[in-house]
C-alpha cells in the first residue's frame, strides 16, 4: 500500500454539474499529478502540481483545475461535467528533485460517473 | 508525437513460468522509465524503474532492461505466480524534468495455476 489517499473512492454526478475530488501525497513528497484513466486504457496526464503551482499540463480544457495545498495535498476540480468525463482519476504523489522526478506512487483512484 | 506502446495486448502463462512484457517508446529523448501494475479496480502500482544511463535494473523477482538503440523495454518476471496476474503498463517521463508520465495501453498478464 502506498501512503498516497483519495476521496472519495466512487461518485456518481449529473451532466453539467461540478465535482472536487481530493488526494493526500505521500510523506516526503512535493508533487502531486492527476490522471485520467478511461476503462481499458493507459492513465492520461492532466496536471501536475509542484509548491503549490501547476507545473505542467495534459490536453484537457480549462474546466479541469486543480489546486495543492501547504501540506502538499491536493483537490482536482471539474465544471461542466460531460458524460465523457467517466472515468477513473488517478492521483499520484512524487518528489521533484533537480528537475527530476522520482518513482510516482498513485493512489487507488476515485472512480466517477456521469449520468 | 511522443507514444509508448505494448506489443502484446494478453499473455497467459503458466505458474512456475518466466514472463516477458515488452514495450517500445517512440521519444529518443526519454531518460526515465516505470513498469506499473494494475489489478481490477485499483490504482497503477509501481513495480520497477529505471534511468536511461543504465541497461538493466534487478528487484524482487523482476528485471527492466532498456535498450536504448531500438528504444525498447522490457519487464521479465521470474516464477511467475497467480497473484502476478494483472495489467502491465509501461510509462515514459519525457527528458529530464518532463513532468508527466506517458502509458501505454497496457498488457494483461493471466497467470494459469
Known amino acids: 500500500e502506498t501512503g498516497v489517499t483519495q476521496s472519495p473512492t466512487h461518485l456518481i454526478k449529473t451532466r453539467g454539474q461540478q465535482v472536487t475530488l481530493r488526494c493526500s501525497s505521500q510523506s516526503g513528497h512535493n508533487t502531486v499529478s492527476w490522471y485520467q484513466q478511461a476503462l481499458g486504457q493507459g492513465p492520461q496526464f492532466i496536471f501536475q502540481y509542484y509548491r503549490e503551482e501547476e507545473n505542467g499540463r495534459g490536453n484537457f480544457p480549462p474546466r479541469f483545475s486543480g489546486l495543492q495545498f501547504p501540506n502538499y495535498s491536493s483537490e482536482l476540480n471539474v465544471n461542466a461535467l460531460e458524460l465523457d468525463d467517466s472515468a477513473l482519476y488517478l492521483c499520484?504523489?512524487?518528489?521533484?528533485?533537480?528537475?527530476?522526478?522520482?518513482?510516482?506512487?498513485f493512489g487507488q483512484g476515485t472512480r466517477l460517473t456521469v449520468v | 508525437g511522443e507514444s509508448v506502446g505494448l506489443h502484446l495486448p494478453t499473455l497467459s502463462v503458466q505458474e512456475g513460468d518466466n514472463s516477458i512484457i515488452n514495450c517500445a517508446y517512440s521519444n529518443s529523448a526519454s531518460d526515465y522509465f516505470i513498469w506499473y501494475k494494475q489489478e481490477s479496480g485499483k490504482g497503477p502500482q509501481f513495480i520497477i524503474d529505471i534511468r536511461s544511463n543504465m541497461d538493466k535494473r534487478q528487484g524482487q523477482r523482476v528485471t527492466v532492461l532498456l535498450n536504448k538503440t531500438v528504444k525498447h523495454l522490457s519487464l521479465q518476471i521470474a516464477a511467475t505466480q497467480p497473484g502476478d496476474s494483472a495489467v502491465y503498463f509501461c510509462a515514459e517521463n519525457g527528458e529530464g524534468g518532463s513532468e508527466k508520465l506517458v502509458f501505454g495501453k497496457g498488457m494483461k498478464l493471466t497467470v494459469n495455476p
Open positions: 499520484a504523489s512524487s518528489r521533484l528533485w533537480d528537475r527530476r522526478n522520482t518513482e510516482a506512487f
